[in-house]
């Protein structure tokens, strides 16, 4: 549920920012994530808009992710968990714990959801994420 109130834009800032300095850096997420991003700052202020969508209902993000996740080759379970790794230990490190247990929330089902749709475009029968 998204709630105005959680936390401000510098906030969800913060995090997106971190994390993603983070998957960069990443072994196993940064080549994957370097390779399809031609444009950081855009691609950084497109994801403080979809989590400030989320987390405070401000309705500012206008993409559809779906598609350019269902789009990637090779993905595999173990790439999401290590993208939920990251996230929770970049949300645990936020001042504002009430929206990093939130995000984390939100994280865990938008990872979920990705992963069915990755698997569902490619005519396999969804399979949760352990």
């Avoid at 080549?31 to 950084?44: G, Q, R």
């Avoid at 993000?61 to 939920?84: I, T």
Wanted: charged share 25%; aromatic share 10%; net charge negative.
């Amino acid at each position: 549920m998204s709630d105005p109130t959680l936390c401000t834009e510098e906030e969800i800032a913060r995090l997106v920012h971190a994390f993603y300095a983070r998957v960069r850096q990443d072994e196993a997420l940064g080549p994957i994530f370097n390779a399809h991003v031609d444009d950081w700052p855009h691609h950084l202020a497109k994801l403080v808009d979809f989590w400030s969508a989320l987390l405070r209902g401000t309705g500012r993000f206008d993409g559809a992710p779906m598609p350019k996740h269902a789009a990637l080759p090779d993905l595999r379970p173990a790439l999401f968990q290590r993208w939920l790794e990251l996230f929770r230990e970049t949300a645990a490190e936020q001042e504002n714990q009430a929206m990093a247990q939130q995000a984390c929330e939100m994280a865990g089902r938008i990872a979920q959801r990705l992963w069915a749709g990755y698997q569902v475009s490619r005519g396999q029968q969804p399979e949760a994420l352990a």
